[in-house]
């Protein structure tokens, strides 16, 4: 048992858990924030992907130990407020970025995570970019023709925002 | 025409901010258990001893159970009783569940599984389509269609060809891998939810493995992470095992496969191997076309003949067959019972006779398009099924596609400058392929739907149906159908879960029919409510005036109330504001073992463009460009609609390019992970992507003249395939018909690339 802290979603979080627990599971079992899912189980498809200090990262291989003192974010705690969307969500709701939305979450933390470096590095995000980036995120329902369009339309709504 | 709008998905706030329940996120209460298999590692062979004191001994466990501790039924086949639960005495397949563990958590479930010694005498295992045929390993004698004289018109053909495909089937990799729970009730009643297509089938199943009638079991299914028919049969297993394991424990039970065990378990699309031999004329028009199938259905029958019958029904696709023969052989292997995937058999059928179609071209130095037109059905000709085609828009279709996408043009750019440079390293290629899919279940009597629809005195509406939502968009296009009956914005329209208590005896959600006949019965309860309200205020408000139900208001001549004070006002009058609906699809009538009658009450149509390109040195390929103009009829939601063609397209695409299913020789599956099985990524979907819907109508009465849309759009990745034959037709020695194999991988490519010149392997 390790006893670990973390800040998730804004709030402080801490619990005992056994040294093996992965930080998806932590997070879906223990706080019971189910919007991040489970995949594949081994860091393949980007259904559990989650901010850590602002970081994308699957949970799935990530122990909840390892994620001890670090601001974490699921898709839960991405709007500023409960009854807001982020840009990327309602970027995603619009231009039909989902079918059966398993891999919805995971898509918008990735989709966040890459628009932001992209906009601190001051590069611009390309529909190639996007293409290249998103080679850990697996969808099998939409062809992704409008998860891309999501994407460009959330980044353009999260430079003005 | 559209009735209707391009609405989001009606759970898109949900699946945004992670608010969707799947059956894994649904809380349990806390004394729930979580359970695994433990899994056979032989393709065949007896079971000689089992050792499970590791198993039961290990962190967490609270049972083990196998075959001799169930209480009723070991079985968990949608069809003929042959798929036991646990393995009973014999194991069939690498992958099959033994024994069953019941522990505190996933985790230690699955670590427990692991540790069992179970000895296995092995026995001879038949793993592959040539093994089968030697063996005579098969689950029913040969079915034929025959139409007019194809051994005689064979003959007199000015051109024969003949030659054979093999076609690889296809892992799910539906995101949400499968999930059950099972909540025990008072009297031994049982509460399942599962991700299944079919939860009509998962309370049978859950009923007879408890030895209860069908009353006692109520199951549930709101949404699926992904079906693409994966979840048709296969979720029988992980409900009947929680709800035995309920019992036996008299505790919540709780079942999610991790994906290995999910890819090892479950069935895929069925692989075949086609024959093929074709006589035409100069001008490529078919004469006599004669196809022998073999398709490898795995360990258990499942739903292999309606799958290996709807590749025969599709061997056809959108050409007329003057005269033809078409056997099919169903063999039976040590291997995964494969099962249904999106097409259902029909795509693999439609493969084979483009391949023909390809060849012929090939052979008589055309375009591979004239040759398509030469022989697209024209209505009136009749199928190898004795069809009567009616609704035939192919032509039209793939004329205007032709020229929206300037295929003509840049098929001849592409062979310019591949004969200029016949060293280049990268080759382009080029295809347009149709398809005409038949819709309805080929099990005429599957083909019904119930609904229930209550309007509570708010006016609020409550929605219920028999189909299931995987991603589809069924929910929103059936809630559409009743706002739009009732003139009702959606949001007053409540899309409740699927449940076997409120609607029963219902079909599974496959075939493409879920919007075709939930709809119909929808719209049905609908009309009914709508009746009842009409007669009343033609009595209450003594008027003979039509009653309308339009924009909230509910109008009959000078009397105008909103549709909320309408139902309050019904309601204080005792009127009944509660209905079910049902619908039957008209006219279908079909016999199988003849091979005769109308299985389909219409097809839906479509074709593709896609332009690919090839490094002949390392087989890596891309898709440049892809044009899609499909058939839906009159769109009952165009987003809804396109998303599906486009996510369909690509699917089908990654079914015949990346995705390959590899077994060991000793029937082991050895991509059971995608790290190994190459799901399209993002990179992998077409530069340029332009997809239309065709202007049409459906020619028979369907909701509002809409046409299916899940599976058809599927066989439009076909394009990709003939537009990689096309790409390295110009790289290997070039007289040679290219002769790919599905899925074409780098290496199969590559294999195209060096073929001798004499068309045999040089690797
Ligand atoms: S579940 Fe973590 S990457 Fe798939
Ligand atoms: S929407 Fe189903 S996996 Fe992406």
Redesign the pocket.
Known sequence: MTKITMTVNGKAASADVSDNTLLVEYIREHLRLTGTHVGCDTSQCGACVVHVNGQAMKSCTMLAAAAEGAEVTTVEGLAASKDDLHPMQLAFKENHG???????PG?IMTATDMVKRYQEAGKELTEDAIRHELEGN?????GYHNIVKSIQDGASKMTTA | MNHMKPTPHDAAPLHVTGAARYIDDIPMPKNALSLAFGLSDVAHGKITAMDLDAVRSADGVVAVITADDLPASNDVSPSVHDEPMLANGTVHYIGQPIFLVIADTHLNARKAARMGKVEIQPLPAILTIDQAIAADSKFEDPIRFLKGEPDSAMKSAPHQISGSIEIGGQEHFY?EGQAASALPQENGDMLVHSSTQHPTEVQHKVAESLGLPFNAVRVETRRM??GFGGKESQANALACACAVAARITNRPCKMRYDRDDDMMITGKRHDFRINYQVGFDDDGTLQSVMMEHFVRCGWAQDLSLPVADRAMLHSDNAYHLPHAKIISHRLKTNTQSATAYRGFGGPQGVVAIERVIDEVAHYLGRDPLEIRRANFYENGQTTPYHMTIEDSVIAPLVDQLAKASDYANRRLAIESENRANPDAILKRGIALTPVKFGISFTLTHLNQAGALVHIYADGSVHLNHGGTEM?QGLFTKVAQVAAHEFGLPLDMIKITASDTAKVPNTSATAASSGSDLNGMAVRDACHTLKGRIAAFFAIHFETDAAVEFVDGMVRAGSHEMTFADAASLAYQNRISLSATGFYATPKIKWDRMAGRGRPFFYFAYGAAVTEVVVDTLTGENRILRTDILHDVGASLNPAIDIGQIEGGYVQGAGWLTTEELVWDDKGNLRTHAPSTYKIPACSDRPRVFNVELFDNENAEDTIYRSKAVGEPPFMLGISAFHALSHAVGYAGASDIYPNLNAPATPEELLRAVYRNADGTDAF
């Open positions: 989902l079918q059966c939305g398993f891999c919805t898509m697996i969808c099998r329902c939409t | 995101l992470g992904g991603g």
